[in-house]
Structures are given as structure tokens and as C-alpha cells.
């Protein structure tokens, strides 16, 4: 994080950023629901130059049986990155990276899901990052939140996720591959837009307390912007041509 | 949608406020009333639901069913029924009270990969549902072909006073046995019916939201009869 | 290809009954394969890539190509290595984990096609002899699966190779260096592809889909390369083959596979 020498303004005397954005700019986001055959709910997602892909199964059994809980459904999933997905090939095999992001990717979609109706079984997401940019693990989350709706699997609230981070001594919105790399701070986050709570939240950097506000104020309107998008998926997915 | 009492909703979205009671698919938080699938929200007088237009199939007392069956033990066939909970039916049910585990063997009756028609006993969410196919209009499935929609279209296949499913049947000459869990055996002498039928209820699963959908299936079924 | 759902026996009956009759539950000819979709490109990022459809199959392949140490005795070659996995997203058996033995025949099947034919000359990727080599890596998501892995992920596989731009580098101080701007197109010198048939009762289908996976007696899957000559062949399933019932699939794995190739060919871009 931060403090590699670069070339690289990441933010001239206009307030604009290395790839041409604005401070208060998402990058081009576009997400398609239903896009899988065999998976119960579905989502495409691309973000920037993230492409993921996002499976949903369930609610259904689950193995080994020891794991079930008899009180109510579980959430797994699992977030996994094709080799091909980085710059320097990534040995397929999941890293300690990429199950803590399962892992934080699942703490942020469990409050929304409501599995006390389903005991004993599971809802099993899946996430494949086919290629990788900065924020994979934001887009992967909106793209898990889409693929959850579409399989129909009762929530309180979607979830909508972006970063907020600092460069140049400047909070901005959604920190890119060279931002994350060079900055000074990236706060990636998850939001749930009608109830307004944070349920993904983590820091790398340093931030003053004042900053720390304005970041994650920063972080809720891009996750509110996020939202939009998720909705007019799920709008093209089943409601089109329906009349309004 | 000119009614303003139906809307198209996703999780999460604010449906209306006030002293509603909430039905399926919808909950109550702090007097709003949200909904918790994608599908299409309705204000009765007193109450708000929401028809959801995607979902698995939760089982409930009394519906019928169409099975697959998938493994027994000495005592019992499990079947897949298309749900999250797999369906239970006692080898008694079919051989009757003065079943004998050592001597009647289950496979001679049912075994793996048999279709079959039957009806949900009883379903608590603490065990698995318990399933009957004791009844005239019950049982194994000897001819036909599966089809497979989204369980939350059923009501659209069958239609207001079923007319939907007898617009397919008459037009085809198809028996058609629709089980709430999405899955459909399509019995038909006549392959061009059997495909036509098999067309209408895909049309069904794919535009169960739409309006006029019953007369553009019965356009579809007259149009392509040479 | 991992243990699928159960076939309903109705569905088991038809085929059965269909196939007596010259036919099949999709109305394709025994001796015709899914309907063939390719896309390149789709990962930019990556050095060469493809998206594959094989009727409800879907696969996505990327290409990595970057330095690497050469095998052991094998100092005058570059490397290539050919990974597969069957996304948990794939299908609702798919489990995540370690590849089971399935996964794990699919990749090298996949990988053996490939560098039986000898598609890259791997002579042509030494950097420096013994100390330093090209190495190409393909890498199959299996996203969505509908029967045959094996020849969507060749497919998928061929063709992000024959698309794929190798980038150059040169040793300096023993370290090999990326010089920008300067790629080219691989050394290749055949293309292969492979075709899977399997056997029911004693009919033989080209290209399975999972419902006749989960009936079939038995499946073979047969590569040949641009002069019609078989490269590279595998045996699956719980029973045989007659050697009458080979000599036909082979015939089939030649002129199927040439069709195939033209397409593959178009599609390489």
C-alpha cells in the first residue's frame, strides 16, 4: 500500500484523476442478471476492468451434515480467482487472501438474507474473478447481491458495495488498480440502501477522524450509486417488457 | 400496470407504510412494509404480499407434487420434489399396514429414477416432508415427459379457474399434471402436440409477468397448426 | 462427468427409444455435435483468452505467458501447462476443493490433446538454454456444464492459444526482460481438436450432453491434428468398445473434427 515512486499523477490541478475521472466518479459499471444455466440465480458483473462472475445455490441440503444447522439456513461462499485473472498468473489453488475475502463478502451479505425460514440448509455463492482490478471484492459483492435476488432467496435489503479512499491528500470514489497501489488510503465497503447500514467495512491506509467521515460518506453515496445499477438488472431481467 | 395497488418490486424496496398485516414475501420494519423477493407487490384492504416472480419451492400440506425418486432405505423412499427438503415416503404407504422390511423389497415397487405423482402429508421445517401417493390420481408416472419451470409460475400455468392449462390441453390433445413444485409431466400421443404443449408452458415460465400472456398463447398453439 | 443429478427414468426410456430409431431427445443426428459458439479476447488482461459454448456448456480460458525455468532434461524447450476446474457455479454437484479424479482426468486429457500434437513448437520459446524458457499457460473455467467438458475446454483451449500475442523478452544479466511493444504471434504448427462420443447400447453419439452422459455405456474422446492423424485418445467410462466400434469413432474424430477446425480456425482473429 502507498509509498512506491511512480510517475504517475494521480490527481492534477483540476481534480482530475490518472484515468480521467472526477473525485466523485464510479468507473463504468455494467451487470447483467441471469446469465447462468445451471445455478439457481446468476450475475455478471464488470466494474472498471473487473469481470466476475456470480453464482447462487439454494437454499438446499447440506454436506457433510454435521455442518447443518437445525435452527436455520447458513451462508457460504466461497471467492476465487482464475489464474488468468492477474497480471502474473495466480496458482489456482484458493489463497489466504481469497478466503478472507469469502469470508468478509459473506459477513456482508448475512444480514441481508433471511435464512431462518430455510433450517438445515444452505445458500451457496459462488464468485469467480475471471480478470481482476482494483475493488474486485466490492464488484464481486454487488454481483453476489444480484445473483441472491435473482434466485429468489428472501432478503431484507440488497446489498451494494464500492470503496472510498484517499490519494493526493483527496478522498475520492472507487480507488482503481494504480490508486490502490499508490495512494495513501482504501476503504472498500458494503451498504445496505434502505435499511442504511454498513455491513462490509475494512481500511488499508491511514486516515485523520475527519477524513474517516468524509471517506465513508464518500463510500455510501457510491454504494447508493451501485444500487441503481443492481436494480435496473434486476428490472431487465424480469420485468421487461411487462409495462410499468 | 395502471393499478396503482400492484407494483414491480426487489429486495429491499419500501412498498407502502401503515397498518398493513404482511403476507408472503414481505416484512415489517419500524411500519414500513418491505419486500423480500423480486416479483410483484399487491395492497389488499388490510394486508400486503408480494407474488414473487423467482424462488424455490417450500412444501406445504396438501399440495401435489411431482417426484423423482432418488434413494431409499429398508424402510422408506426419498425423493427429489425440486425444494431444499427432500421428500419422505414410508415403504407402508405403498404396501400397505402389514409391511414387512425383510421380506417386501422396496425396489420392486419404486427405484431410482422413478417419476411419480404425489402429495405433501405434512410439512414442518424441523424434519423432512412427508409425502403420499396413496390415492386414485396418485402414484408411479409410466409415460411423459418431465418439464421444468420455476415453482413461481405455477399459478400463472394453471391459470384464473384453470383456464391457462386447458387453453394448452385443448389445443394440443396433451394431458398436462402440473405440480406446485415446478415440475410437469407432459403426456401426449401426438409428438407435434407433445412439442406445441412443451413450447406453451416455456412461454409461460418466460413471460408469466406479461399481460394478454393467455392470448398469446393461444395465438402461438393456433399458429403453427399446419 | 462429476456424479450429476439422477436421469428420471422416463426421460432414460426415450433416449433409449429415440436412438433405436436413428434419433436423439434434441433432434440432433447421432453424429452431430452442439451447436459451436467462440469468442476471443474476452479477457484482455490476459495474453490470450476465449469463451467457448458447446450447446449449454460453457467454458472460459485464458492464456498467461511469462518467464519461467525449463524442466529438468528438458533445457532446449519452453513449457507449456493446461489446467482445468469445473467452477461450483458450473452445476449444483460441482463442490469446491481440491479436483477430484474427474477434474483431474479433464485437465490432462485436455493438456495431452494439445501437447501430443505438438500445436507449439516449444523450441521456439527458449530464452536462454537451460536457464531460462517461455512458459504458456492455459487455464479452463468450466462456468456452466452441460455434458462434454472435454471438448469444450480443447476448444476453448486451442483456440486462446492460436489468438494469444507472446510477448518479448530479452536476458539481461541472466534476467530475462520484458521489451515493450514487441509481441508476436505463437509458434504454431498444427491445430488440434478433439471430439467426444459416447456409446449407448450400440449406438455411438457425438458429443454427449449431460443427460446422455448419465446414460451412456461408455465414451472415448479422440484428437486429431490439421493432417487427419489421431495425436491423442482416451477411454472413459464403466464399459468398452468393440474394435469395430473404435474404428468408427475414429472416422468420426477425422471429419468431424475437420469441420470443427475450419470454425476454430475463423475464429482465432
Request: aromatic residues 4%; glycine residues 8%.
Amino acid at each position: 500500500m502507498g509509498g512506491r515512486e511512480s510517475n504517475l499523477v494521480l490527481l492534477d490541478e483540476n481534480g482530475i484523476r490518472c484515468d480521467g475521472r472526477r473525485v466523485d466518479e464510479t468507473r463504468k459499471i455494467t451487470i447483467k442478471a441471469g446469465v447462468l444455466k445451471n445455478a439457481n440465480g446468476s450475475a455478471y458483473i464488470e466494474f472498471g476492468d473487473n469481470k466476475i462472475l456470480a453464482g447462487v445455490f439454494g437454499p438446499r441440503d447440506v454436506h457433510p451434515k454435521h455442518m447443518a444447522d437445525t435452527d436455520t439456513g447458513i451462508l457460504r461462499c466461497r471467492y476465487h480467482m482464475s489464474p488468468f485473472s492477474v497480471t502474473e498468473r495466480k496458482n489456482p489453488a484458493p489463497s489466504r487472501r481469497e478466503i478472507e475475502i469469502g469470508k468478509v463478502i459473506k459477513e456482508a451479505l448475512r444480514p441481508a438474507v433471511m435464512l431462518e425460514k430455510f433450517p438445515r440448509t444452505a445458500v451457496d455463492v459462488f464468485v469467480e474473478v475471471l480478470q481482476a482490478d482494483g475493488g474486485s471484492r466490492c464488484a464481486a459483492l454487488d454481483a453476489a447481491s444480484v445473483a441472491l435476488a435473482d434466485a429468489g432467496i428472501p432478503m431484507r435489503d440488497m446489498v451494494s458495495a464500492c470503496a472510498a479512499g484517499k490519494v493526493a491528500d483527496t478522498i475520492i470514489l472507487d480507488v482503481n488498480n494504480e490508486e490502490d497501489q499508490a495512494g495513501q488510503a482504501d476503504m472498500p465497503m458494503g451498504y445496505m440502501p434502505n435499511l442504511k447500514k454498513i455491513t462490509l467495512l475494512q481500511l488499508d491506509g491511514v486516515l485523520t477522524p475527519d477524513e474517516f467521515k468524509k471517506c465513508v460518506e464518500t463510500g455510501i453515496e457510491g454504494c447508493k450509486l451501485v444500487y441503481e445499477i443492481q436494480k435496473q438488472a434486476l428490472k431487465d431481467k424480469f420485468f421487461a417488457n411487462g409495462g410499468e | 400496470m395502471a393499478d396503482s395497488k400492484r407494483r414491480y418490486v426487489i429486495p429491499g424496496d419500501v412498498i407502502t407504510t401503515g397498518p398493513y398485516r404482511p403476507e408472503q414475501n414481505v416484512i415489517l420494519e419500524d411500519k414500513k412494509i418491505i419486500a423480500t423477493t423480486v416479483g410483484i407487490s399487491e395492497i389488499y384492504d388490510d394486508s400486503v404480499k408480494v407474488i414473487p416472480l423467482t424462488g424455490t419451492y417450500i412444501p406445504k400440506s396438501q399440495d401435489l407434487v411431482i417426484g423423482k425418486i432418488v434413494s431409499h432405505s429398508s424402510l422408506s423412499w426419498e425423493a427429489d420434489i425440486n425444494s431444499c427438503y427432500v421428500g419422505m415416503l414410508p415403504a407402508s404407504d405403498v404396501f400397505g399396514r402389514n409391511f414387512q422390511p425383510d421380506t417386501d423389497e422396496l425396489t420392486s415397487k419404486l427405484k431410482k429414477g422413478d417419476l411419480i405423482a404425489a402429495r405433501i402429508v405434512n410439512f414442518d421445517r424441523s424434519r423432512d416432508p412427508l409425502i403420499t401417493i396413496a390415492d386414485r390420481d396418485l402414484g408411479k408416472i409410466d409415460s411423459g415427459e418431465l418439464v421444468k419451470i420455476s415453482p413461481s409460475k405455477v399459478p400463472r400455468l394453471i391459470g384464473k379457474h384453470g383456464t391457462m392449462i386447458q387453453v394448452i390441453e385443448m389445443a394440443t390433445n396433451a394431458t398436462i399434471t402440473i405440480g406446485q413444485n415446478g415440475l410437469i409431466v407432459v403426456a401426449c400421443d401426438n409428438p407435434v402436440g407433445l412439442l406445441k404443449a412443451k413450447k406453451a408452458i416455456q412461454m409461460v415460465d418466460e413471460q408469466a409477468h406479461m399481460a394478454n400472456l393467455t392470448d398469446k398463447v393461444k395465438e402461438m398453439l393456433e399458429s403453427n397448426s399446419e | 462427468m462429476t456424479s450429476t443429478s439422477i436421469l428420471d427414468q422416463l426421460k432414460r426410456t426415450k433416449i433409449h427409444d429415440l436412438l433405436e430409431k436413428g434419433e436423439r431427445f434434441d433432434g440432433r443426428r447421432l453424429d452431430e455435435p452442439r451447436t459451436l459458439s467462440i469468442e476471443t479476447g474476452i479477457i484482455p488482461k490476459a495474453d490470450g483468452s476465449a469463451r467457448v459454448r458447446l450447446g449449454d456448456t460453457e467454458v472460459v480460458t485464458g492464456v498467461k505467458i511469462q518467464p519461467d525455468k525449463p524442466f529438468p532434461d528438458m533445457g532446449d524447450k519452453g513449457i507449456f501447462i493446461c489446467t482445468a476446474e469445473i467452477l461450483p457455479l458450473a452445476h449444483p454437484t460441482a463442490e469446491p476443493g481440491p479436483p477430484g479424479e474427474d477434474v483431474i482426468e479433464l485437465a490432462r486429457v485436455v493438456d495431452r490433446g494439445i501437447r501430443e500434437s505438438g500445436m507449439i513448437d516449444l523450441s521456439q520459446l527458449v530464452l536462454e538454454k537451460d536457464k531460462s524458457v517461455v512458459g504458456i499457460f492455459a487455464d479452463n473455467s468450466v462456468t456452466d456444464h452441460d455434458g462434454n467438458l472435454f471438448d469444450a475446454c480443447a476448444y476453448a483451449s486451442t483456440v486462446a492459444i492460436l489468438s494469444c500475442k507472446v510477448p518479448k523478452w530479452e536476458m539481461k544479466d541472466d534476467i530475462p526482460t520484458l521489451v515493450e511493444g514487441q509481441k508476436s504471434s505463437p509458434p504454431i504448427t498444427t491445430i488440434p481438436v478433439s471430439v467426444t462420443m459416447a456409446r449407448i447400447g450400440d449406438h455411438i453419439l457425438v458429443d454427449p450432453n449431460a443427460d446422455e452422459w448419465a446414460c451412456m455405456d461408455a465414451r472415448i474422446t479422440i484428437t486429431t491434428n490439421s493432417n487427419g492423424s489421431i495425436c491423442a485418445l482416451q477411454k472413459g467410462g464403466d464399459d468398452g468398445f468393440t474394435p469395430e466400434q473404435i474404428f468408427k469413432c475414429s472416422e468420426l474424430a477425422i471429419s468431424i473434427g475437420a469441420k470443427i477446425r475450419k470454425q476454430i480456425d475463423q475464429a482465432r482473429g
